[in-house]
């Protein structure tokens, strides 16, 4: 299926794609999506289950300690999370000179919409084992002329230096899980809320 020139596939959906989309497409309805020409595209890989990233991705309390750079990028008292039919929004005032416009988009089941100006990047989180996953990226811009390309190569080199921090993270979480020694415990409503829906929405999709 096709979506504002997104193509999705499923070997065998339980709903249309519509109706697993939600509410993105009003969340959406005002970005210029179609302009925008793929350029740019990475997959990058990490020793954790697809579950722990995504944990990872939905909440923003890990930013201070984990994305130095990022952080001091950014409004982090402002920084909001709230989920939605369909995905978790994540926001957060830019200072100057952040390639990032302060929007990051985590859809079920596994992909994400990160928003630049005047262009946006997708990735695809793909399990390859319940101890690996590829993600899978590309980038999407309006302006794709020559003389722009440094300031296009700042956003992908960016986006892609951000994530492999949270890749180390994930993989030392994933080794403390497959240490047998711990203990789930409540969630916190101000700052999980997009982890909260997340794993409902796993524990749904395995009947539990």
Request: net charge negative.
């Amino acid at each position: 299926s096709e979506w504002r020139g997104l193509l999705f596939a499923a070997l065998d959906p339980k709903e249309s794609l519509l109706d697993q989309l939600g509410s993105l497409p009003d969340e959406l309805a005002d970005e210029p999506l179609e302009t925008y020409a793929a350029t740019d595209q990475a997959t990058v890989s990490f020793t954790a289950n697809w579950k722990i990233y995504t944990d990872n991705f939905v909440e923003g309390y890990h930013i201070p300690g984990t994305h130095p750079s990022f952080y001091a990028a950014i409004d982090f008292e402002a920084f909001q999370t709230t989920a939605h039919p369909g995905y978790v929004r994540m926001t957060a005032p830019p200072k100057d000179g952040l390639f990032y416009r302060g929007k990051w988009l985590w859809m079920w089941p596994n992909w994400t919409l990160s928003l630049f100006d005047g262009g946006m990047n997708v990735s695809r989180i793909n399990p390859t084992s319940p101890h690996h996953t590829d993600q899978h990226y590309h980038f999407f811009f309006a302006d794709i002329a020559a003389e722009t390309s440094e300031s296009r190569a700042k956003s992908v080199q960016g986006t892609l230096a951000v994530v492999r921090e949270d890749y180390a993270i994930c993989a030392d979480t994933h080794r403390n899980y497959a240490a047998g020694a711990y203990t789930s415990g409540p969630l916190s409503g101000r700052h999980e809320r997009g982890v909260q829906y997340f794993q409902e929405r796993v524990a749904a999709a395995l009947g539990l």
